[in-house]
């Protein structure tokens, strides 16, 4: 086709841009770094496509984002020589919303929030931000082995247009037409400052007018020493598309049989895929430098897939597709390697801020606890660094940290399992522990039905949930003095007759009726037996079917 066509964007992208359009946005300066980031990307993923395809970039090795101001006509271009987009490629992804961090923004929105102006620089809307500064955009492009060039426009006014256009090498130019009030974004020293200050970490030159402005290495192979907080949280906005700010920062070097470089954070704030069924990782792998996949198989166990970050390594084959990569026994030790990094230094922030890993734990602690089910060796480590809500007080406690306050003749972990944190706190079945101080532990994550399945004890003591079979009670000299009564004694009470009725009134909908020590203000509890299922673990399985 020759002519030019219109099209109208999907209706969540007009709704976005009626918003960021209408936005006194303070801190719109924001849309030089995502169009930079942009550019960025797209010259990581041509250099990728030339390893396999070496025609494809004549330069391959002067891959650079090139900025231009022109005061007159009133125009900021940002021009990169990555990999471009075709006419289906532009209808795909400046049409729709393809990113996952603005469908994040537009669900936030959803939901009801109402400082959307905040909400833009929390989120960041990727290429769209262009039109809080601009009245029109325009993006030449050509994609990397193909003839046809073609020529982007719009509004920003719910219609864009595409025809043919005119560009000779591949690659893309973003040129935004200001808005009047947006002059100052034409200026040279207010680019420069821009640019330091969010894109700096960008490993390819930007270059304003021949001149480049930022210091165009790779943040992960500089001295961890030299690194500030400020360029780590720009480089994990970045590369994690996040707009938090980490809360913890791991940059480390290993040497050796596969010698690799490590640049991981760990969230302050859920990311909005946490619970996606892909339960895919966000880590970025490099081959030397060189960029490879947004997440890669086998290089991040999946209960550790809220950490973002790079990992770099020259270890690693080159020459051969993802797929291939992902069997290589060298991306196994590298996993090996980041995960106990990653749990070692869970372990030291435990103690040493168990505030703030509470915090984390909030965050986080449901996704690492899946650790237990599929990491048998590294269990124990894992199980250490769990916390725990228990009926101690209102702290998240270790399991260590339980058992030592656990009673004379207590030899079972007792602990109670339910979708209601606040429920289950209030449950029944609490309430002879309570009454002899005996601790319970109560988890209402769903994983917790699944990994106790597979643990049965930590130092030496059993797990054992309080609605399920006999408990020995008895045998813990608690608080207060109990008496010899066993579970199952139901002597001199007149019990026997009750029970009796009790019985015959139920029939066959319940196994049998005993007393219990269990309660102490309420009449009854339901609980599974021994051999059974735990109560709550039939209720889930029920509700998925099974
Ligand atoms: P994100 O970068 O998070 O994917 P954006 O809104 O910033 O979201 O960009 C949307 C998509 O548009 C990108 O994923 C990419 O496919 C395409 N795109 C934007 N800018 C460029 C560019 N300079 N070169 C090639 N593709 C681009
Ligand atoms: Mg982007």
């Known amino acids: 086709t020759n002519a030019k066509e219109t099209f109208s964007f999907q209706t969540e992208v007009g709704q976005l841009l009626d918003i960021v359009a209408g936005s006194l946005y303070s801190n719109r300066e924001i849309f030089l770094r995502e169009l930079i980031s942009n550019a960025s990307d797209a010259c990581d993923k041509l250099r990728y496509e030339t390893l396999t395809n070496p025609s494809l970039a004549k330069n391959a090795d002067q891959f650079a984002v090139l900025l231009a101001a022109d005061e007159k006509a009133k125009t900021l271009s940002v021009s990169d020589n990555g990999i471009g987009m075709n006419h289906d490629d532009l209808l795909e992804t400046l049409g729709t919303i393809a990113r996952s961090g603005t469908g994040a923004f537009l669900e936030a929105l959803k939901e009801g929030e109402k400082g959307e102006v905040g909400l833009i620089g929390q989120f960041g809307v990727g290429f769209y931000s262009a039109f809080m500064v601009a009245d029109s955009v325009d993006v030449l492009t050509r994609k990397a082995g193909e003839e046809q060039s073609w020529l982007w426009a719009s509004d920003g006014k719910g219609q864009f247009a595409i025809e043919p256009g005119n560009r000779t090498e591949c690659g893309t130019t973003v040129i935004l037409h200001m808005k009047k009030d947006a002059k100052e974004f034409l200026e ?93 990782s966000h880590v970025k792998l490099y081959v030397n430098r060189v960029f490879i996949s947004e ?106 940290d339980y058992v030592e306050r656990s009673k004379e003749g207590q030899d079972e972990i007792y602990y109670i399992t339910g979708e209601d944190a606040k429920k289950i706190a209030q449950s029944p079945h609490l309430e002879g522990f309570k009454a002899k101080g005996v601790e319970v532990l109560l988890l209402s994550d769903h994983v917790d039905e699944f990994w106790l399945q597979h643990i049965t004890e930590f130092e030496g003591k059993k797990f054992k949930s309080v609605t399920r079979g006999a408990t020995n009670l008895d045998k813990i000299s608690g608080d207060e003095n109990a008496d010899d009564d066993s579970d199952d004694d139901a002597s001199s009470m007149g019990l026997n007759e009750l029970i009796a009725a009790i019985k015959m009134e139920l029939g066959e909908a319940v196994k049998d009726v005993r007393p219990s020590k269990r309660l102490t203000d309420s009449p009854v509890c339901l609980i599974a037996d021994d051999g059974d299922m735990d109560v709550n673990l039939e209720r889930l399985l029920k509700q998925h079917g099974q």
């Open 188 to 280: 040279e020293a207010r680019i420069r400052h821009i640019v330091k200050t969010y894109s700096d970490h960008i490993s390819f030159p930007v270059l304003l007018d021949a001149e480049p402005l930022n210091s165009a290495s790779a943040i992960w192979t500089r001295n961890p020493k030299e690194v500030t907080d400020d360029q780590h949280t720009e480089f994990y906005h970045h590369t994690s598309h996040a707009f938090d700010k980490p809360w913890l920062t791991l940059h480390n070097r290993v040497e050796g049989m596969v010698s690799h470089t490590s640049l991981l954070y760990v969230p302050s704030s859920a990311p909005f895929d946490l619970y996606d069924a892909e339960r895919k």
């Open 295 to 400: 997440n890669t198989k086998g290089l991040i166990p999946t209960y550790l897939r809220f950490l973002r970050g790079v990992v770099d390594s020259e270890d690693l084959s080159l020459n051969v597709s993802r797929e291939m990569l992902q069997s290589d026994p060298a991306l196994a030790k590298i996993k090996t390697a980041l995960t106990k990094k990653v749990i070692g230094a869970l372990k030291k922030k435990a103690q040493k801020a168990a505030d703030e890993y509470s915090t984390f734990w909030g965050n986080f602690g449901a996704v690492f606890k899946e650790g237990l089910i599929e990491d048998p060796s590294l269990r124990d480590r894992i199980l250490e660094v769990c916390r725990f809500s228990s009926t101690h007080n209102g702290e998240l406690t270790s399991l260590s």
